[in-house]
């Protein structure tokens, strides 16, 4: 049975930095492409951040680039999310997906595994 746990999420101040991880169980994880999305209250599950299994190809929504960066260490079957220079826009539950083609994936649809989400606040 594939589980993904994301940590616990928080309530941070603009312009802090916080750090997601991901654990996956259940799976060889290094064989799987990995992905980040997060909703905000009222809006579709949106795309944040993905890498391939090797790790050779990583894709940044436009919103997080140069803030957010999706290192994973597949000897922890563990990916993480690096938040820095938050925004209040950045609220929202994020979730961490796993899927095992091995190739981009940006879309919500194709993934075929999912954590249960963990909320991120950002104060102004």
């Known amino acids: 049975q594939v589980q993904l746990v994301e940590s616990e999420g928080g309530l941070v101040q603009a312009g802090d930095s916080l750090r997601l991880s991901c654990l996956a169980s259940g799976l060889t994880f290094r064989s799987y492409t990995m992905g980040w999305f997060r909703q905000a209250p009222g809006k579709e599950r949106e795309f944040v951040a993905a890498l391939t299994s090797s790790g050779a190809w990583i894709y940044y929504a436009d919103s997080v680039k140069g803030r957010f960066t999706v290192p994973r260490d597949n000897a922890k079957n563990t990916v993480y999310l690096q938040m820095n220079t938050l925004k209040p826009e950045d609220t929202a539950v994020y979730y961490c997906?796993?899927?095992?083609?091995?190739?981009?994936?940006?879309?919500?649809?194709?993934?075929?595994?999912w954590g249960q989400g963990t909320q991120v606040t950002v104060s102004s």
């Open positions: 997906a796993a899927d095992r083609a091995s190739r981009m994936i940006v879309s919500v649809h194709e993934y075929a595994y």
